[in-house]
């Protein structure tokens, strides 16, 4: 069995032992222990490390326990036969416990300058490459293996590149890391300006956990990202969306909003949304839709509910396409209804150059904004034909939004609050008061006498 002391880079850490940091093992989860254990078990060292280190801190309970570790992937798949090696640009080990997924890496190293590629390069051209970087300065591999103390400065914020460890129960800060969490500040590990260009989601991650923790972004961290929001191009599509809903899916979406608006890389998430604020008045309906549904987000993920990205996307697009909608409708003499098509099918093409929404999502984004107006009509079909659509409960919720953030829908909304509590008797009062059609009793036609000629 290894000993800490024979771990290479480990006389440079400072150690917190366990009477002086807050973290339980009864805190921590039993896979992840297990697989610590059998690391440990196995000659190797590992770490839990990142987020799980610095939420169990802060008192939290971590959304996921990440390991690190001085064994290779092979390694790893050796010791585990429920290990899965995955990705290209970072090789990633997730070992299966059921629907727990233990996330494992190997410790890793700085890069040598020489594997430089050219910006337009194709994936198969780096195949092979354990390190590669483009000539704009962005990580293409990740893959050099190196000691515990250079793996803890190729993490991003200081806050994420604490260590604990199995043996002696201690903490391992390599970055005053402790430091910046008692502070409270976000701090990123080595030059920012470098970090960025590495990648560029680094910016949206500082961000991020500065709205989740409800710390500050220090000063030279802070500095760059305006000036580099541009390299937020250079990110593909799909790779934003997944970091879009990371950032509204961590509890704190007001708070991250906010964020958002505050710093240019805003921009290049949302360019149509922030556009239609920016010129909007304080007390535009739009605008407080979109408070209102990320406050409903966050009030959602605190009772453990879930949120659908839809519902999300529909909200903050909902200005935008109010806009066009009406843009449309000044110019052009066409139904309203073709009239929305044209603005939806214009509004989601535009979101999807920033981020790459899946259809699932812009489907159900396009069927809460079509029942808006089918919930406004006065008519028995129609009624019926939205109270049964798979997507109903979104579409009512949507419109409870829209008249708290001030629309006049005629209390529309409390009627269909009333209809989906009601029975079958008083859903049928409703629809009568609603489009002021009474029952009339049909009148029985007489049978004509047998014989009589038709």
Known sequence: MNTLAALPGAEKATVIERDQHSISRKQISPNALKVLYALRDAGYHAFLVGGGVRDLLLGGTPKDFDIATDATPEDLK???????????????????????????TTFRAHHEQQNEIADDVSRRQIQGLDSAHSTGGMLLRDNVYGTVD????????????????????????????????????????????ERYKEDPVRMLRALRFAAKLGFHIEEST?????????????????????????????????????????YKVGRYLFAPTLEVLDTAAADDPGCKLIDLALINTDNRLADGKSITPAFLFAALLWPVLQKRLARI??????????????????????????????????????????????????????????????????????????????????????????????????????????????????????????????
Not at 81 to 92: E, L, M, P, S, V
Not at 171 to 178: A, K, S
């Open 78 to 104: 050796k010791v585990f036969r429920n290990a899965r090696i995955i990705g290209r640009r970072f090789k990633i080990v997730h070992i299966h416990f059921g629907r727990e997924i233990i996330e494992v």
């Open 150 to 193: 250079a793996d803890a400065s190729r993490r991003d914020f200081t806050v994420n590149a604490l260590y604990y460890t199995i043996d002696n129960f201690q903490v391992w800060d390599f970055c005053n890391g402790m430091e910046d969490l008692q502070a409270q500040q976000i701090r990123i590990i080595g030059d920012p300006w």
């Open 222 to 262: 802070r500095a760059p990202i305006n000036d580099l929001a541009h390299l937020l191009e250079s990110i593909s599509p799909a790779r934003l969306f997944d970091e879009t809903i990371k950032l509204f899916t961590n509890g704190h979406a007001v708070e991250l909003f906010e964020l958002l608006k505050q």
């Open 329 to 454: 409708t000044a110019t052009d003499s066409k139904s309203q209804h073709l009239a929305f098509q044209q603005a939806a099918d214009a509004v989601i093409h535009e979101q999807l150059q920033y981020t790459a929404i899946p259809k699932r999502f812009t489907i159900a984004s396009r069927e809460i904004w079509e029942l808006q107006s089918r919930l406004m009509r006065r008519n028995k079909r129609s009624i019926a034909s939205a109270f049964n659509h798979p997507r109903f409960r979104a579409a009512y919720d949507f419109l409870l939004l829209r008249e708290e953030s001030g629309e006049d829908l005629q209390g529309i909304g409390q009627w269909w609050t009333e209809f989906q509590l009601g029975d079958t008797s008083l859903q049928s009062e409703l629809t009568e008061s609603l489009t002021g059609v009474k029952k009339t009793r049909r009148r029985r036609r007489k049978r004509k006498p047998a014989g009589d000629p038709a």
